[in-house]
């Protein structure tokens, strides 16, 4: 159990587009859903704390605008990078706590976004 | 503010070799401690936890305790195999319900035949 998915794995887009990337909870409700960025060789940077039904927090430096997340049911939430630039391909990574577990954090397999 | 401090990678080992990553943190209060791995073409997956000073989280024959007094949390294998070779992150947590993860920089370790 715990599983969580993330779709798509990869994407490639153009710059100055969006792109959405979606986060689920496969067999569980998760009130809480995080994003985090991974660069090269560096650790996992949260983004954003996401809860089902409100408005995200995002971290500092985190332009808001930039980065919508929207968590709009207990199983899924979602990542749209806006506007997309190249300094914005990354790794992007979700977790999920759940709703019963609210200690307990699984993660997604992440996707990876290269914008050209 | 809260931070975790893990050691520079590549950590190159052959089989049977004794490992240690070493973790230190920061935190205001006591956060739970956790060592994370990911596999190659894999997401995060956790590997062990301690919630409290002088807790000892253990799995896979992997094992890390909680020192309060030296703020660290460093991980320990006795015997390391091919299959361990994967890239391995030091977390902190606060003890509330819905805080995220602080993660260290993670450490790839390569463990050859």
């Known amino acids: 159990g715990a599983v969580v998915s993330q779709h798509p794995s990869r994407v490639i887009c153009k710059s100055g587009t969006s792109v959405k990337i979606e986060c689920r909870s496969l067999d569980f409700q998760a009130t809480t859903m995080f994003w985090y960025r991974q660069f090269p060789k560096k650790s996992l940077m949260l983004m954003a704390t996401s809860n089902e039904g409100s408005k995200a927090t995002y971290e500092q430096g985190v332009e808001k605008d930039k980065f919508l997340i929207n968590h709009a049911s207990l199983t899924l939430s979602t990542l749209t990078v806006t506007s997309a630039h190249p300094e914005d391909s990354s790794f992007y990574i979700c977790?999920?706590?759940?709703?019963?577990?609210?200690?307990?954090?699984?993660f997604g397999p992440g996707t990876r976004l290269t914008v050209t | 503010g809260n931070s975790v401090t893990q050691m520079e990678g590549p950590v190159t080992l052959s089989e049977e070799a004794f490992l240690t990553i070493n973790c230190t943190y920061t935190a205001t209060g006591y956060p739970s401690l956790f060592w994370y791995v990911q596999y190659p073409g894999e997401g995060l997956q956790l590997l062990l936890k301690a919630t409290k000073a002088d807790d000892k989280g253990s799995n896979k024959g992997f094992e890390a305790t909680y020192r309060k007094e030296t703020t660290s949390f460093h991980l320990e294998k006795g015997s390391v195999q091919v299959s361990d070779s994967a890239v391995y992150f030091c977390a902190q947590r606060g003890n509330q319900a819905g805080t995220a993860l602080i993660f260290g920089k993670g450490t790839t370790l390569s463990v050859s035949s």
């Open positions: 977790s999920a706590s759940p709703a019963d577990r609210p200690y307990e954090q699984y």
